[in-house]
Nanobody
Framework: QVQLVESGGGLVQPGGSLRLSCAAS????????MGWYRQAPGKQRELVAS???????KYADSVKGRFTISRDNAKNTAYLQMNSLKPEDTAVYYC??????????????WGQGTQVTVSS
């Protein structure tokens, strides 16, 4: 079993930046990828960014060039640096750790979620 603890998030003005962190513990040998999904009110949860153990990142088209995902394998922690934030980035962001299959993180564990609000 993998446990995830998220931190970061909050309220920021359009054009601002935020950084999310996700620390994994437990049976981390069972995962090969970490990432963030987000869910806005009335919308389906979508994968925003993922990164493999080897460090290969992947991004949704909507965040390319603005968000950067990274990981520190020694700390079993992933980071999502979000720049040039837009109101449409407002959502609850959920960290997930599992197996990257077909472009999605399958199985694994969800973090508790953190609210990101972009508003003036």
């Amino acid at each position: 079993q993998v446990q995830l603890v998220e931190s970061g998030g909050g309220l920021v003005q359009p054009g601002g930046s935020l950084r999310l962190s996700c620390a994994a513990s437990g049976s981390t040998f069972s995962i090969n990828a970490m990432g963030w999904y987000r869910q806005a009110p009335g919308k389906q949860r979508e994968l925003v960014a993922s990164i493999t153990i080897g460090g290969t990142p992947k991004y949704a088209d909507s965040v390319k060039g603005r968000f950067t995902i990274s990981r520190d394998n020694a700390k079993n922690t992933a980071y999502l640096q979000m720049n040039s934030l837009k109101p449409e980035d407002t959502a609850v962001y959920y960290c997930k750790a599992g197996l990257l299959v077909g472009g999605e993180i399958r199985g694994g564990t969800w973090g508790q979620g953190t609210q990101v609000t972009v508003s003036s």
